[in-house]
């Protein structure tokens, strides 16, 4: 049973391209984020989602926009693909972005490896 | 602003062996949670063991323990009788009450047969 599932896991696009990216969780989770992971490995958060309300929108280019029709669904969606948007994208939930309880803990999907020609 | 430092970018073990992987946070609150995450090849992200701030017992999880000293802001995680299986890069993640994780650069583990 897939608790958090993304697709697709590869990804390889031309320079200009528009993409999507979709994830789903099935652990009745309030909250959803996407994450960047760069080729350094390093984990950079890019939006987060409770109850289909967005709740953290960092500094991202305006081409990539999430879209959250249900909570269970949060996908992201990529304008005018770069070079630079060549990394793995990850989403995550947790259970609820109120909740105090570090039970809170983010479940990760496998990762969509974009790579942009 | 939250920031969550790995010193090690690459560390290496003995299978067998036991490990250290530090982690060093920086923050003015004084109730949070501090977490260890694991991402191997596969490049699944697996949480390994949890902390919270308001506990001085540390943490234990099987071969994976943390050292976790409040006054230092010091988060360290000990592998012990490495596997194989445990070669990874380890995240350390820093949260906040809501939801919102700081991780650290990573710590790439290698271990050696």
């Known amino acids: 049973d897939t608790a958090v599932s993304q697709t697709p896991k590869y990804l390889v696009t031309q320079m200009g391209n528009d993409k999507s990216i979709k994830c789903e969780q099935n652990l009745g989770h309030d909250t959803m984020y996407w994450y960047k992971q760069d080729s350094k490995k390093f984990l950079k958060i890019m939006f987060s989602?409770?109850?289909?309300?967005?709740?953290i929108n960092e500094t991202v280019p305006n081409r990539f926009s999430p879209k959250s029709p249900d909570k269970a669904h949060l996908n992201l969606h990529i304008n005018s693909l770069e070079l630079g948007d060549s990394a793995v994208y990850f989403c995550?939930?947790?259970?609820?972005?109120?909740?105090?309880?570090?039970?809170?803990?983010?479940?990760f999907g496998p990762g969509t490896r974009l790579t942009v020609l | 602003a939250q920031t969550v430092t790995q010193s090690q970018p690459e560390m290496s073990v003995q299978e067998a062996e036991t490990v250290t992987l530090s982690c060093t946070y920086d923050?003015?609150?004084?109730?949070?949670?501090l977490f260890w995450y694991k991402q191997p090849p596969s490049r699944q992200m697996i949480l390994v063991i949890r902390?919270?701030?308001?506990?001085?017992q540390n943490a234990t999880e099987n071969r994976f323990s943390v050292n976790f000293q409040k006054a230092a802001k010091s988060f360290s995680l000990k592998i012990s009788d490495s596997q194989l299986g445990d070669a990874a890069m380890y995240f350390c993640a820093y949260k906040l009450r809501g939801n919102q994780f700081y991780f650290g650069t990573g710590t790439s583990l290698t271990v050696i047969p």
């Open positions: 923050t003015s609150e004084s109730d949070y949670y």
């Open positions: 902390q919270e701030a308001y506990k001085q």
């Open positions: 995550a939930s947790s259970q609820d972005w109120a909740s105090e309880s570090s039970y809170n803990e983010q479940f």
């Open positions: 989602y409770n109850n289909k309300e967005l709740i």
